[in-house]
């Protein structure tokens, strides 16, 4: 094995010094749950992307789970109804369907690992409400068209942007646009904007933002934050107007997220700039496939997918130098409880056969992705 140091697939940068700035200021002022800082990164959330509302949440997979829950309810969908859904996506995404007595129906993918326009239309039956389109590697796909084809048939439209921290189109982000109900965040380890783990909701109504943010809250019509004064009184009573869930985000989450927003877009600059030598360097190589290429000038890229003829024996060459890929992701209907859809998505099987991700990170240099695409293109020349 090589004595370089090792490079891992992901791999988080923080400013730390902001970072504790921030989180210094929670524990000087006694307060670490939601509340002032929560507060501030909704609006400085907000003040970044054009949402008009984002609750902050201790995860994406929380804000899925409410985004259906709440649709659900304003739209009287009936247990057993569809969401259109991606084998290709980490289980939060289905899952999120699955809480709420929902059954996830498969569509297949395109060449962006995103939901194939043409396959969500077969899809739809009667029974069908919305489609959850998830961003992988923070692309937007066909989107436009997934949006034009929901406004046809009267479906809701789910954005999973877990990925999508930072991605625009002619600058603008995704989830603001006309027709997506609503849009769900990752602030997990890893992300583009990591913290330990969180997520941001934003929905595009108003009143769902309010319901979302008494569900996330176990029900409770005030939050303690709320029912706190200035003067240091605390207001006691609140009611309990329904069953809720404990998914507030907390202020020392949104302390780091808070240090870390103000890089975000110069760092999705570099990430573009280390795809864009990836490309150059693979993109010759005919048994080599770069999903998503060519390479798009607003896009996040959280993670650098390829598809090879033999993924296992490639991250075995790569393990070997010390590199470390990863495989983001198997498709979902291989897992026991959504074997019901294996066979519906041919492609989407496919790929997830051949997919493998590449180390992507802030810590990366153009030198150790030339060494990467080097011994990519060695090993597959070789064919492993």
């Not at 400085?44 to 789970?65: E, F, I, P, R, V």
């Not at 409410?66 to 084998?87: F, M, N």
């Not at 498969?106 to 060449?111: K, S, T, Y």
Request: proline share 3%; net charge negative.
């Amino acid at each position: 094995m090589s004595q370089q140091t090792a490079i891992q697939v992901l791999k988080p940068k923080f400013h730390i010094e902001e970072c504790l700035a921030q989180v210094r200021e929670c524990l000087e002022r006694g307060w670490t749950g939601a509340g002032f800082k929560t507060v501030e990164l909704e609006e400085q959330w907000k003040t970044y992307t054009g949402h008009s509302h984002a609750c902050y949440l201790n995860s994406n997979t929380a804000g899925l789970h409410l985004a259906v829950r709440l649709l659900k309810r304003r739209y009287g969908w009936q247990d057993g109804d569809e969401i259109i859904s991606t084998p290709i996506t980490f289980i939060s995404s289905n899952h999120a369907i699955l809480y709420e007595n929902l059954r996830p129906c498969f569509a297949d993918v395109d060449e962006y690992l995103c939901l194939d326009p043409e396959d969500v239309e077969r899809k739809i039956n009667a029974r069908t409400r919305a489609v959850l389109f998830v961003g992988y590697g923070g692309r937007v796909g066909r989107l436009e068209r997934i949006l034009e084809i929901c406004r046809r048939h009267g479906l809701r439209l789910i954005l999973d942007a877990a990925h999508m921290s930072g991605t625009r189109v002619k600058g603008v982000f995704p989830g603001t646009w006309e027709g997506v109900d609503v849009a769900v965040y990752s602030y997990q380890a890893v992300k583009n904007l990591p913290t330990g783990d969180s997520g941001m909701v934003c929905f595009a109504e108003g009143e769902l933002d309010t319901e979302c943010r008494r569900e996330a809250w176990l029900g409770i019509n005030k939050d303690t934050y709320s029912r706190s004064s200035n003067s240091g009184t605390y207001k006691w009573k609140y009611d309990v107007e329904t069953v809720g869930f404990k998914y507030n985000g907390n202020a020392i989450m949104a302390a780091i997220a808070l240090g870390q927003l103000p890089y975000l877009d110069e760092e999705n600059a570099y990430r573009r700039t280390l795809v864009k030598r990836y490309d150059q360097r693979l993109s010759s190589n005919p048994r080599v496939q770069i999903i998503g290429a060519p390479y798009a000038e607003e896009c996040a890229y959280h993670i650098y997918e390829i598809l090879v003829p033999d993924r296992e024996a490639l991250l075995a060459r790569l393990a070997k130098e010390n590199i470390y890929g990863g495989v983001h992701y198997r498709d979902n209907t291989e897992y026991a409880m959504y074997a019901y859809g294996q066979g519906s998505c041919p492609r989407a099987h496919e790929l997830s056969q051949h997919l493998l991700t590449l180390p992507l990170h802030l810590y990366l240099t153009l030198e150790d992705v030339d060494r990467i695409a080097a011994i990519v293109n060695q090993a597959v020349k070789e064919d492993l």
